[in-house]
Every structure is written in C-alpha cells, then in structure tokens.
C-alpha cells in the first residue's frame, strides 16, 4: 500500500506543500477559506497522518500528556482526571492509563514509544530510581501528585496532609470525644502517612491515643468489614482515612442498628463527590480536587514550555467540611 | 543531538543487531541471560526507544487500543474501564480518553496519529459517517458499547435493554403500585431509549400510564433537583433511569422526610457499585459491567487478529436486584 504523503494532499487539493503544512498546522490564517476546506477535504479523502514524530519535532503541535492513575474506580482520581480534562488546551491530548506497581514500567516505557511528551504520576512509583533515570535520559518532564512524598526533586502538587489529619482530630475533640478510633488502609501512601501523623499527633497533644487502629482494605467493602471490631472497640467516633472506606463503615453501622451520629461520630478524608449524598451525610477533609488536577495539568504545561525552569511545588490547603455524621458525645 | 539507534544498543552490549532486536522484542529465548541482562542494559543506558511505527509494522508486539469514554466520573464507566484494564493481555497496552460531543473527532484523530490500533467508543458518536469513513480508510477497526444502536455496522456490545426496563416496571407492578413515576436523564443516548419503551410497554400492558415522567441532568444533582416534583407527583414509586440520578433522589427524599421503601419505593439502573452502600440500599437492574468490558475487549483483539471475520454482536442479560428501596405498596 502507497502510504499517503504530504505531496498527494498538496496535488489533490491543487496547492503547495507549505500551504498544506502550514494549514494542517493551524497556521493557515492567510489562506482563504475556500483553500483551508479543499485541503482539510484531501487529507480526509487520501486518509492522510502526519508523521506523529517529525510533526512533534517541528512544530510541537498537538501535545500528548499522559497520566497514570491506580485505579479508574476511586472517586479521588475520577475527579482529578476529569477535571484535566475538562482544562486542558485544544492542542493538548491526554491520555489515561491505569497502572499497578507491577507493570508501572512497562506502561511508562509504551507511552514513552508512542511519543509521550510529558507524564504525570498520580500512583506512587515504585522503582523510583529506575523511572526517574529512565525518564530523564529521554527528557521526559514529569510531574507528581503527593503520594510521592521526595519534595524538589521534581514538579509536584500536594495537599497539606498533616494538617488534614489534624482537622479530623481537632474535630472530633472539640465534640467531646475521647474514645478514638483510627480506620487505615492496609497499604499507605506517603500522603497517608502524613495524614495519619498529623492525626495522631494532635491526638496526643490532648492527652489521648486511639482506642483501636483498625487496617482493610482500600475499598468500602474493605470499610464495611471493620465494622465488628470498630464496634467492638468501644469507640463513640472513628476517623476513616478515605471517603471510600468510611462509606463502608457508615453502611455497616446502620446494619448493626448503630445510629450515626448518635451512636458514633464518623470523619472520612477526600470529600468525594458521593460524601453529601451519603445518609447520613459524611463529615470529612475536603482537598481542593479540580484544583489539583488543573494545577498539575499547567504546571507540565509550564515545564514544557521552559524546561530549565527550577523545580515547582504547588501546596494547596485542606478543609473540614462538616455534615451529619458527626455530632456530639451523648453522656449517658 | 544524535538519535540512539538499534546499532549504538548492538555496539554498546558488544553483540549483534539482530540479537538486540530479538531480545528486545521478547524473541530472545536463544541467548543466554547474561547476554540479555547486557543487552537491556545498553538499552536503558544509551536511553534506546524503537521507532513505534516501525516496530508495529514488522512485529505487532505491543498493540495499542484507545477506549473513548463521555467521563471518568460515571461508575459505570469507571467499572468497565478497570475491567478492560484488569483482563489486557500483558503485550496490549490501553489508553482512556474522555471526550465530550465536541472534541471527540480530533481525539480519534490524536490517537490514530499515535499508531493507535483499534477504538473502543464507550460513547455515542455524533458524526457517525465521518468517523466510520475515517477509520475504514485507515483500516482500524472499532467497537461500540451499546450508546450506539446501528446493530451489524460493526463489532458491537450489547446489553438487554428492554429487558431491563420492563423487569422495573414489573418489579413496581408486582408490589401493587400503580402510581409510579418516571425519571430521565435530559439527554437520552439510544440505550436509555430502549430501557424507557421497555418500561412503559410493561406499564402500558397493566394498563398503567406514569403518573408523571420527570427530566433532569444525569447526574446525583439532577437527581436531587426533581425530589419535589416526584413528591408532588402523588407517585408511590419511581423509576430512575440511572443508579447515579438515584441516589440524589434517596438523598432528596431522605431530607424531605419521605421514607423509602415506607413512603416511596425507587428503582435506579446500572447496579453501580454505590448502589449496595446506600442507606436504604437500592434496588436497581445490574449489567454484567465485568463481562461487558471483558468480551468488548477480547471482541477488539479477535478482530486485530482477523481483520475479515463477519461483525459480531455479543448480548448480555440484565437481571433485577432487590435490595431496601423497594417495598410492597401500603394500603391507607
């Protein structure tokens, strides 16, 4: 098969090379309308493609930026991504993949071949010296969000883990309570740490240790089955360290008959989309998603553009947003 | 700045080019593993990426296919995605895009442009002859979920539809309600359709007309936002075309002091995986959302593998799932 060159369109169309380029480009402005519909119609008619890496080379057109996520599943990620996507310029293409740790290489090295421009890691990276010279080399700017904790030796976008954490706590103090207990996933991220930190150790300043530190799975059925111990541990309120997990207690509670707030104060962490319609609503730290996600989106954009650029960190605050599911300790 | 060639990979691990490029395309099983551990290792030192569209050409290891999504934050979409994602063979690697009406042709086109080789549409497609002459020209197949109703246009994945609507409609009958209300999303894709006239074809054989039929955004707001027209309705039953919309109506009546199933039974649609944690949870119609993604993409692989076979439908069952928010009809 002929494989279908620049010259045909420009034959096809009846114009010069350059004009083709130049309007295949969006730099057509001077040509007349007539022109940029009769070349637009070859390139459909021939089915012509650019070649993807000389057309990058020359004129940096349309930018391809990929981003890796754990999972399409969590709440947390849907709304970052969304929210780039939602942003990004008509010249920038982004494409999602969702990775494990087992084939975050691979997935790399395949964006890498396909001509990705820049990356944004939204998972933790498990072989971090590898990935980061491997990137390096090829020139590869990326960027990534905080579950990646080694601050300056790259971009970066994180939230105030630590004073996250201690919202919740301050929180749940301030209603009384002293009976705490603490709901971890099973695996943490850096930003989790930090989280969890900033919990205990305003905890700790008011003279109190959880009652229980309870660890599941990542999920809310992970959630849904701590609930037999979290009841067991005599605790009247509970921080869950995500919105996903605490949607799991909540639901476990109301089968075991133990009426949130009433009962037990119940603090999740992200404010997903689905924490207001929760019955009872869900307290929680609200980190400012749309933002992040747009914030990480210019910011590779910015490295692009000027790649001797000192590093970034954009810090963004967390908020307790508080609903139903926290109220005062009842005395008996 | 020099472009690393196969050659500089074969000089630097001291061997020759053809055991480089078996090596590095997984064909090395002939050597020995110090010879691969070398060869790997000049890879990744001189920093060596095959051409793509070469290597695809000669050797179709790595097989690239983009899965067109309206968004990241619907969970139905988020499920098949992390199903696709879960079962991809380890030598295809899947890239997500979401993509609104507008810009869905320059995504197609970025992604072509990018070597990709085949398209899963999770969404309808608006220029459908456009598009279907586009891709036919370039010889990349596609799929399409069942947003798209043109059976026999091409490889399709498909759900029973009707089926479900008229299994919520029965399900509504069988409890004795006779006033029930409908609730659509504002824009219906041709899926939606088919639940609706299944619903109102079943209604209508028991002589039941819907009380009132209610349009909002698709959304868990939208759902919120029709709570007091569903009231006013004098309806004792509802049922919302989608899981999401569903549970901004829970919520609503929930504030309202309406309670489900008592005051109210509501069915939703999709059995996404909030349906279940809801408080009451929420009886709805599920799609085999695992299977639909897996046969979608095994369905895209076989047509890789034999570009000439017949189009082929594949046809999943709905079923009902009866959870708390539905109840018999109470008698004044």
Known sequence: MHKISIKDVAKKANVSITAVSQILNNKGERFSEETIKKVLQARDELGYVPNSAARNLKVR??????????????????????????????????????????????????????????????????????????????????????????????????????????????HLLSLGHRDIALILPNELTDNMRQRRAGFLDTLSAANVTPVSVISSALSKHGGLAVVHQLIQSQATAAFVLNDEMAIGVLRGLTWQNVKVPENMSIVGYDDTDYAEFMVPSLTTIAQPVAEIGQSALNMILQRLAHPNLPYQTAFFDVKLVVRESTAKLLLD
Chains 1, 2 share one sequence.
């Not at 990929?66 to 947390?76: A, E, K, L, N, T």
């Not at 890498?112 to 590898?130: K, S």
């Open 61 to 170: 057109h349309s930018r391809l930026i990929g981003i890796i996520v754990p999972s399409f599943r969590m709440p947390f990620f849907a709304d970052i991504i969304q929210s780039m996507q939602d942003n990004a310029p008509e010249d920038v293409n982004l494409v999602f993949i969702g990775s494990t740790a087992d084939n975050l290489q691979s997935s790399i090295y395949s964006l890498v071949e396909r001509g990705v421009q820049a990356l944004i890691f939204g998972r933790p990276i498990p072989n971090r010296d590898v990935v980061n010279a491997f990137l390096k080399k090829r020139h590869i700017p990326y960027l990534v969000l905080d579950q990646n904790a080694d601050i300056n030796a790259q971009d970066m976008v994180q939230t105030n883990e630590f004073t996250g954490g201690s919202l919740a706590a301050s």
